[in-house]
């Protein structure tokens, strides 16, 4: 039985990822694995984990690709395993293809070293464009563990906190940052590579999603209704 599904406390980054941006990186990889070797027999993708999966929005977009998918989160969204992430034991499990996730921004290069200490296949995390920068994350990270590859959004991935909606905008840039183990270390001297991730909202969004991912629209604030709750809480 599933844990009941709880409001996330303010202080947890909830930002549901727009299922067609999962969708991406799943072509991306696609395109990309086969064109590098990953040190095995043949390219798998059978199991993965997200481990700050929220409200299942990215974990139900890897289930069309990946006959196993593990979801845990530290707060009950619903999901069946409720753990902290970082607080994970080291577990270097061969079967475990791809940890794909989005994770807490203040936290994110935690989680990704982290993950990769768990040793799967490939690494993906969803970030901000920005994210590349920074004198911390160089030391930290980017020193030792460059990412393999870096997939960059040509368009807005939009991103709200506690819900999906689907009718949302931002001015913020989004990609997925790819590691790939077996490449390590040697891919250290030439990483990362840069691929563009076209315009893909439309045609990667299906028309079931809304149901399947509890899909909301926001009204504008101009909007009627918008404007008697302002009136309200004056």
Not at 165 to 182: H, K, L, M, P, Q
Request: hydrophobic share 40%; proline share 9%.
């Amino acid at each position: 039985m599933k844990n009941r599904r709880l409001p996330a406390p303010d202080g947890l980054d909830f930002f549901p990822t727009p299922p067609w941006a999962t969708r991406a990186l799943m072509l991306m990889l696609f395109d990309f694995l086969p064109r590098i070797s990953l040190g095995r027999n043949q390219w798998r993708m059978e199991t993965a984990w997200d481990p700050c999966c929220g409200a299942g929005h990215m974990s139900g977009v890897l289930r069309e690709t990946f006959s196993t998918v593990h979801e845990s989160d530290v707060h009950p969204y619903g999901q069946d395993t409720v753990l902290d992430f970082l607080d994970t034991e080291f577990c270097a499990d061969p079967d475990l293809d791809a940890i794909v996730m989005n994770p807490p921004f203040n936290k994110a290069a935690a989680f990704v070293r982290h993950a990769l200490s768990h040793r799967p296949a490939i690494v993906a995390a969803l970030v901000r464009s920005n994210w590349i920068e920074g004198k911390t994350r160089y030391a930290t990270l980017f020193r030792d563990r460059p990412p393999t590859a870096v997939f960059q959004f040509v368009e807005r991935v939009p991103m709200v906190a506690g819900r999906w909606a689907i009718n949302a905008r931002t001015a913020t840039s989004y990609a997925w940052f790819v590691w790939v183990d077996s490449l390590y270390p040697t891919v250290a001297e030439n990483a990362p590579l840069l691929r563009f991730i076209p315009p893909c909202r439309q045609t990667l969004s299906r028309d079931d999603d809304v149901l399947r991912f509890g899909g909301c629209s926001d009204l504008p604030k101009t909007h009627p209704v918008m404007r008697g709750l302002e009136g309200k809480t004056r």
